[in-house]
Every structure is written in C-alpha cells, then in structure tokens.
C-alpha cells in the first residue's frame, strides 16, 4: 500500500528503488500465510525487528502480536521478524514509510531524521533515572504527546518500550569524571547531537557501524564507545574494553511504529484493539528489559569487568551544557515538562 502522507521531498527515485527492491526481496522469503489472508484472518501484519529473537524489544513485539491475536480471535495476525531478517534499520523506517512493511519497533535516534522533535532522546543528562523517564513517556503533554509529532511523517507511534540507559566503556583508562573523556576516541551513532555531546567532553567522536566496533576496539582504532549494558554484553565488548562506567547520558527511547495509511484503513474499534495490546504490552517488555538487564551486569561483575557508577550527575550535565544550548530551544517545550516531573525535593 502506498503512503498517502509521507515526505515524498524527503525520498529520493534511488531511495523508492531501494526500499522496494528490499521490500520485495523480503517478501519473497515470506511464508505464504504472511503475505495474505488465511483462515479467518482479515489482516496480516509485519512486524520488523532488529534486535534477536530473545532481546526483550523482540518479546515486547511478540507479546504484543500475541494480544491483538487473541483480542481479535484471530483475525488479525502480526508476524515479528527479528534478527534483521527484513533489513537494517534505517532502511525498515523508510519502507514502513512506503507502507512496503506495516510496522516495526525502532530506536528513536534514527526517527529524528523522518520527524525532527524525537531528537529530544539524543539530549545528554535530561533524564534522573529510569522512573524520571516514564513519568515523561506516560505524561500526555510529554511522550503520548510526543508521538503524536510522526504523524506528519507518515507514521503511527503505539507506544514506547524501555531503551535503557546508555553509558561509557573503554579499552584502557578508567572513567570516573568528565576531563577522563578528554583525548579519547568513541565510536558514535551518526547524530549530529551524539557528536556534539563527545565533543563538549574533549573526547573524539567517531562515526561507524555497530557491527565495526569490536574490531575497532581491538586494534586501538577506538579507545571506547557508548551502550546499555544487554547491548555491551551480548556484542562482546567487554572482553576487549573492560572498564565501564555507569553514567547513563542518555536514555533513546525506543518506538513501536505502523505505518499512518495502513492505520488509518482500519476500522475504529481495530485501532483501538491494537492500541490497547501495545499498551499492554508496556509493563511485559519493561520487565523482560528489567530482568536483562540485571542478568548481564551480574555477567559482567563475573568476567572481571570494571563498573564505575557515577553518583553525582551535576559535573556531567555542566560539562555538556553546550549541547542543551545548542539544541534545546527547539525542544523547549518538552525540556520544561520534563523538568516539571522532577521530584520536588530537586527544584
């Protein structure tokens, strides 16, 4: 199904070959019940998942997909594809765009490009702590809100899953204040704010695929890069940069997305189905991520890593303050209403 309200200014010919080519490719290697209706169902979805089939984002997917099938006795049926076996991606939130794929979960650093107020995750130090950010996400003058903004990009925001907290690992020198990111190189999403948050430190951004950073790491190309605990341990960095330091700069949120056309096809009381088992599917995931989360670090104390927790964010926020003022008058509306939900012992 085509978008009827994506960016068409924003996609290049190249861009709309690629993503169908992709898309075809993809659905060629589908089993033939996911490409059209069986049984009693009325709608096949697809979800498009990155992450692998037991990474709690994936359970949230299938917990989700296995509500609205049982919420809708069956007759309308999502099928998570994980593992990437759809594409990277970048090249997923353009093909749900295009309406090629229905939907998928996704990070929000890369959504900023299709709707530019998701950025606001790539700020360092908004956030106190986990409960800081959901009272944010939950709050529908803040993330419900924010969700909303994607509309105009051709999307439809179900809810948000717990992304965790990224932090600071290295090969070699322990960190433990901000002058210690002085001279060093980190490996960086490609975000113009990423960048400038290491920049604001005296460190070194280096742009590069997830998938290049291990080697990297080993032959001294980098000196460290950046991560949430499941994501440090499953790819193996620790083994090679053994010293990480708990300063949780950043929590990017992460997104449930189906594509605004095939949304707005469904009758009322679908969309409501379907909103409801996302948000149902909230408190599963955030458990699961939870539980990850606290087995990886036990696996970590276990293979000798050294975790430094920072207990006094103050430093780190006024080292980066460049960054807030560089970017927050854009997000000024979302930056109060998070300040608003700070407890009150800390106005």
């Known amino acids: 199904m085509a978008n009827r309200i994506g960016r068409p200014t924003s996609l290049s010919r190249r861009t709309i070959l690629r993503a169908g080519a992709m898309g075809a490719a993809a659905l060629a290697t589908l089993p033939l019940a996911a490409c059209g209706p069986g049984?009693?169902?009325?709608?096949y979805f697809r979800l498009a998942e990155t992450h692998p089939e037991d990474y709690p984002t994936t359970l949230g997917d299938k917990r989700f997909a296995e509500l609205v099938r049982e919420r809708s006795s069956g007759r309308i049926q999502i099928q998570v594809f994980a593992g990437g076996r759809l594409?990277?991606?970048?090249?997923?939130?353009?093909?749900?765009?295009?309406?090629?794929?229905?939907?998928?979960?996704v990070s929000s650093a890369p959504m900023a490009e299709f709707?530019?107020?998701?950025?606001?995750?790539?700020?360092?130090?908004?956030?106190?702590?986990?409960?800081?950010?959901?009272?944010f996400l939950d709050a529908?003058?803040?993330?419900?809100?924010?969700?909303?903004?994607?509309?105009?990009?051709?999307?439809?925001?179900?809810?948000?899953?717990?992304?965790?907290?990224?932090?600071f690992y290295t090969t070699d020198k322990v960190i433990t204040s901000p002058e210690?990111?002085?001279?060093?190189?980190?490996?960086?999403?490609?975000?113009?704010?990423?960048?400038?948050?290491?920049?604001?430190?005296?460190?070194?951004?280096?742009?590069?695929?997830?998938?290049?950073?291990?080697?990297?790491?080993?032959?001294?190309?980098?000196?460290?890069?950046?991560?949430?605990?499941?994501?440090?341990?499953?790819?193996?960095?620790?083994?090679?940069?053994?010293?990480?330091?708990?300063?949780?700069?950043?929590?990017?949120?992460?997104?449930l997305i189906v594509n605004r056309s095939v949304w707005e096809d469904l009758p009322a009381e679908d969309q409501d189905l379907l909103q409801q088992a996302a948000a149902d599917a909230v408190p599963f995931q955030k458990e699961k991520w939870n539980a990850q989360v606290d087995a990886d670090m036990q696996k970590l104390r276990d293979a000798g890593v050294t975790i430094t927790r920072v207990g006094d964010i103050t430093p780190w926020r006024a080292a980066t303050q460049s960054v807030i003022d560089k970017y927050g008058e854009q997000y000024a509306e979302y930056l109060d209403r998070i300040d608003a939900l700070r407890p009150s012992s800390q106005h």
């Not at 049984?39 to 709608?43: C, R």
């Not at 709707?115 to 009272?135: E, K, N, S, V």
């Not at 903004?149 to 948000?160: D, H, I, R, V």
């Open 140 to 167: 529908d003058d803040g993330g419900q809100k924010l969700l909303g903004e994607m509309e105009t990009a051709g999307f439809k925001g179900l809810c948000y899953f717990d992304p965790g907290a990224r932090s």
């Open 180 to 255: 210690d990111v002085r001279g060093l190189k980190f490996r960086v999403q490609e975000t113009a704010v990423i960048m400038d948050f290491i920049e604001a430190l005296g460190g070194s951004p280096t742009p590069m695929g997830y998938g290049e950073v291990y080697s990297s790491l080993q032959s001294g190309l980098l000196d460290g890069a950046e991560n949430n605990p499941p994501s440090y341990y499953s790819a193996s960095h620790y083994e090679i940069a053994p010293n990480y330091t708990l300063d949780e700069h950043m929590r990017v949120a992460e997104i």
């Open 39 to 43: 049984g009693n169902a009325e709608h």
């Open 87 to 105: 594409g990277e991606e970048a090249d997923i939130i353009e093909q749900v765009q295009l309406g090629v794929i229905e939907m998928t979960r």
């Open 115 to 135: 709707a530019t107020p998701m950025g606001l995750f790539g700020l360092p130090y908004i956030f106190d702590d986990a409960d800081h950010m959901w009272r």
